[in-house]
């Protein structure tokens, strides 16, 4: 499952959020291209006018995200106690799809 398909997200979002997205996907591609592999953020203001209704679109078709590879993208949490505090990471999705197909 190393094949690469394109991904197209769409957000309605204000125009500072969409510097400070584009801010963090240059970030991204600044970090894959240097070889560093760091956990970075995006801070979502559920309460304030950070509400985007985000659509994922695929090139080709994929596995339904089932609770359990939702879970298995979850690498760690900041806040034992804050439930909403995740950061997320493939790997994990990876080695249970893998599981998956053995």
């Known amino acids: 499952m190393n094949e690469r398909i394109k991904m197209t997200v769409e957000m309605d979002v204000t125009v500072p959020q969409a510097l400070a997205l584009q801010a963090m996907f240059k970030h991204w591609n600044f970090l894959g291209n240097v070889g560093a592999s760091r ?15 985000s659509k994922c679109n695929f090139s080709e078709s994929i596995p339904e995200l089932t609770d359990e590879l939702f879970k298995s993208a979850i690498c760690e949490k900041q806040s034992p106690s804050d439930e909403y505090d ?17």
Request: charged letters at 30%; aromatic letters at 18%.
């Open 39 to 53: 956990m970075i953020g995006f801070y979502v203001d559920g309460d304030g006018n950070f509400n985007p209704k």
């Open 86 to 102: 995740i950061n997320f990471d493939f790997d994990g999705v990876a080695w249970k799809l893998r599981e998956l197909v053995d």
